[in-house]
C-alpha cells in the first residue's frame, strides 16, 4: 500500500516537470528565433592521411538545414576547371567552417559575397573558389595550399583565420572522418538541438563547464583577451609557421 502514493507522487511530479518543461519552450520560442534544424544526410567526411579528414568529393548533403554541393575535388559548389577561363581572375579562399559556411546557403558565404564585390568594383571575370574544410586549422590549410596552386592555378589567395586556429595542434589521426557527422550519436544531439530550452541552457553553461574542465580560460578566451599564456603562445607559433611556409 505504501507503493502507491510514491508511484502517484513520481507521476505528478514528473508531469508538473514535463508540463515546465513545455511552457518554458513555448515562452522561448516566443522571445528568440527557432534553434536550427539538421536534415539528413550532413556532410560527411573521408580520412585523410595529411589532413586527417576531408569532405567526401561529389556528395549532395546539407549543412544544417542549408544544402550543399561538393565538387569533385572535395569542395563547396559547382566543378573547377584546371585553369581558369580566359579574363577570369580566380582568387582560393582558404579556411573552416566560416570560409565553408556552415548553416548557410552558398551565396551566403563569405567567398561567394567577396566574388560579388570584386565583380561589382571592377567590372572583370572574378571566380572565388571556396576551399573551406569544417574542423580545420592554418597548418592544414599551409596543406591545402600546396596541393591546390599546381592543380588549379589561383592568381590570389585569401585566408581566413579564426580565434580556434591559434589552438595547439591536434593529431587528426586520432579522429575517425566517417564518423563526424550521421552518426545515431549526432541523431540524438540534433534532436536535442531542436529545443529552445536545451539550446539556451547549453549556450548558458557551455562558458562555466569549459573553465571547469581545462582548469581556466580556453584558449580562444587567451587569444582574445590577450593575457598570456603558453598554449596560446605554442599555437600562435605554429600559425606563424604556416604563414611563412605559405
Known amino acids: 500500500m505504501m507503493l502507491r502514493p510514491i508511484v502517484v507522487n513520481c507521476t505528478l511530479l ?4 514535463v508540463a515546465a518543461f513545455l511552457v518554458l519552450e513555448l515562452f522561448l520560442r516566443m522571445v528568440y528565433p527557432a534553434p536550427t534544424r539538421f536534415i539528413y544526410p550532413q556532410e560527411m567526411y573521408d580520412f585523410d592521411a595529411e589532413l586527417g579528414h576531408a569532405l567526401r568529393p561529389g556528395q549532395t548533403a546539407y549543412t544544417h538545414d542549408r544544402l550543399v554541393l561538393i565538387n569533385s575535388l ?3 559548389g559547382t566543378e573547377i576547371t584546371p585553369d581558369p577561363a580566359p579574363g577570369t581572375l580566380r582568387v582560393l579562399a582558404l579556411g573552416d567552417s566560416q570560409t565553408f559556411g556552415n548553416g548557410l546557403d552558398l551565396s551566403e558565404t563569405w567567398p ?15 571566380q ?5 574544410i569544417p574542423g580545420t586549422d592554418t597548418w592544414q590549410h599551409e596543406i591545402l595550399l600546396r596541393r591546390l596552386l599546381a592543380a588549379i592555378h589561383p592568381h590570389a589567395v585569401v585566408l581566413a583565420l579564426y580565434v580556434n586556429d591559434v589552438v595547439p595542434r591536434h593529431d587528426p589521426r586520432n579522429v575517425d572522418a566517417s564518423m563526424l557527422t550521421n552518426t545515431w550519436r549526432k541523431h540524438i544531439i540534433y534532436l536535442f538541438k531542436r529545443s529552445s530550452v536545451v539550446t539556451w541552457a547549453y549556450h548558458l553553461l557551455l562558458p562555466w ?5 581545462m582548469g581556466g580560460d580556453s584558449v580562444e578566451d587567451v587569444v582574445l583577451s590577450g593575457g598570456n599564456d603558453t598554449r596560446a603562445e605554442r599555437g600562435w607559433g605554429q600559425v606563424e609557421h604556416s604563414l611563412t611556409q605559405m
Open 128 to 132: 572565388v573558389i571556396n576551399a573551406g
Open 209 to 213: 563547464y569549459a573553465r571547469q574542465s
Open 112 to 126: 561567394q559575397q567577396l566574388e560579388h564585390v570584386l565583380q561589382a568594383a571592377s567590372g572583370s571575370g572574378w
Open 74 to 76: 572535395g569542395f563547396r
Open 14 to 17: 514528473a508531469s508538473s516537470l
